[in-house]
């Protein structure tokens, strides 16, 4: 599937399978992508910005320089509520905006977090082991960040 440069904001987009999927400088801002599979997706230069992100696997998915702006918390989207945490294992980050998410419970676990923008983010009992956080920017984060969750 190639969505590139499409517009896909504000759609309810629930339960697709996106693996493999071609989404470069699409716009999924605002859109529900609740329990959706990224898994070796390409979503360089997308915005997610406000999207519901509650339960997505992001397996191994290229999300380098992907703006993920103020994903909203009412739900928990990364995670923390029983419907489940999403899994972001092992995926690229690589200078991506992550500002004021709610990362909470989210799994990063080898991740590339490389300059990626997480000022702001609540990383209350995020996996970051073996994550690469080179250069990250963790300013203003609201709970502390256990040095014991990262490896790398």
């Known amino acids: 599937m190639n969505f590139t440069n499409a517009n896909l904001s504000k759609l309810d987009l629930r339960y697709i399978n996106f693996k493999y999927a071609v989404l470069k400088n699409?716009?999924?801002s605002g859109a529900n992508l609740s329990y959706c599979n990224?898994?070796?997706?390409?979503l360089c230069h997308a915005v997610l910005d406000s999207a519901n992100l509650l339960g997505v696997k992001m397996l191994c998915a290229n999300m380098e320089r992907t703006s993920l702006r103020g994903c909203p918390d009412e739900e928990r989207e990364f995670g923390r509520k029983s419907h489940g945490r999403s899994k972001?294992?092992?995926g690229d980050f690589k200078n991506a905006n992550l500002q004021n998410c709610d990362l909470r419970g989210a799994v990063l676990a080898g991740a590339d977090l490389e300059n990626c923008d997480m000022s702001g983010c609540d990383l209350q009992e995020v996996n970051l082991r073996g994550a690469n956080l080179k250069g990250a920017a963790l300013k203003l984060m609201l709970n502390p960040l256990h040095m014991a969750q990262t490896v790398r």
């Open 26 to 28: 699409a716009n999924l």
């Open 38 to 42: 990224f898994e070796r997706a390409d």
């Open 88 to 90: 972001f294992t092992s």
